[in-house]
């Protein structure tokens, strides 16, 4: 059973993602709305997969992936974004991220794009 938070500034896209997991492989254990509250709500529960969107208030996704793989080399971090800039997703990949997703989403490539992110 994974471990998995959700790092979104938009309530809409936390609950479609709350959603559309798969309840069987992975177990939600905290949501954060910005960077500062992910890096909180990371040290405190350790998730090993995150989901993390990257235009978000007070610290932006991709400074929140460093710190949280400076902490812990090995979390799955699953960038959600709408970003139709591949360049800021390929810097979220350099920085540690494990994979990219595209919003909007469907919860089939959702569902699949975690999935993947937990095959070693």
């Known amino acids: 059973m994974h471990k998995l938070m959700i790092v979104d500034d938009s309530n809409i896209i936390r609950n479609r993602i709350q959603r559309a997991y798969d ?3 992975f177990m939600l254990v905290a949501t954060a709305t910005n960077g500062v509250q992910a890096i909180e ?3 405190l529960h350790r998730p090993d997969v995150i989901t993390m969107d990257l235009t978000m208030p007070q610290m932006d996704g991709l400074e929140c992936i460093e710190k949280i793989i400076a902490t812990d080399p ?3 971090i699953l ?3 709408a970003l139709s800039d591949k360049a800021t997703g390929i810097e979220a990949l350099s920085l540690g991220a494990s994979g990219f997703l ?3 989403f469907s919860e089939e490539e ?4 975690l999935h993947e992110l937990v095959q070693d």
């Open 23 to 25: 309840s069987g492989e």
């Open 41 to 43: 709500k990371f040290n």
């Open 102 to 104: 595209c919003k909007p």
């Open 110 to 113: 959702l569902v699949e794009s």
């Open 79 to 81: 960038v959600v974004s």
């Open 74 to 76: 090995d979390v799955r």
